[in-house]
């Protein structure tokens, strides 16, 4: 029984690992270890599967704090890091303050899938960071977003 058990937790470990390197290598990633899934001032949203295929995706992460200057601030420190790599960005600024960032960067690994970093910053201490994986442009999903907004 105790090998069937060591089984099952490899297999898990397993299937795990592709989301878990998802964001390898960028800013953000310690962002989604986990830290915020029970907090309850965030909410945290994973999606992978045919649930994205219609959008051309195959991972969606997100992120939304409600009443967290600090963290807003790690975020933007991470996003601003990570769009320094950013093969087509579009960013919206309200004076000096970046309110919303879209950067579509480079695949993690040569032939593989675009990835995305979506922000969206409505206060000082309201934040929304999204990573996606995908075979999509950027201009497809900040129209999606967009769309969905209005």
């Given at each position: ?19 878990a390197r ?20 965030a909410?945290?949203?994973h ?34 890091s990570?769009?320094s ?35 969206r ?7 929304t ?22």
């Amino acid at each position: 029984m105790k090998l069937f058990y060591k089984i099952l937790i490899g297999c898990l470990l397993l299937t795990s690992l592709p989301a878990a390197r998802a964001q390898e290598g960028l800013a953000i990633a310690p962002l989604f270890s986990g830290q915020y899934n029970h907090d309850k001032q965030a909410v945290v949203v994973h999606i992978k599967g045919k649930k994205l295929e219609q959008y051309h995706l195959s991972l969606f992460r997100s992120i939304t704090l409600t009443d967290r200057p600090d963290d807003v601030e790690l975020f933007e420190a991470a996003v601003r890091s990570d769009s320094s790599k950013a093969e087509n960005s579009e960013t919206v600024k309200s004076g000096d303050n970046t309110v919303a960032g879209y950067y579509q960067l480079p695949p993690a690994s040569p032939g593989g899938e675009n990835r995305f970093i979506l922000f969206r910053k409505l206060s000082p201490g309201n934040a929304t960071l999204i990573y996606l994986e995908g075979r999509t442009q950027l201009d497809r999903l900040i129209n999606l977003f967009i769309k969905k907004k209005q």
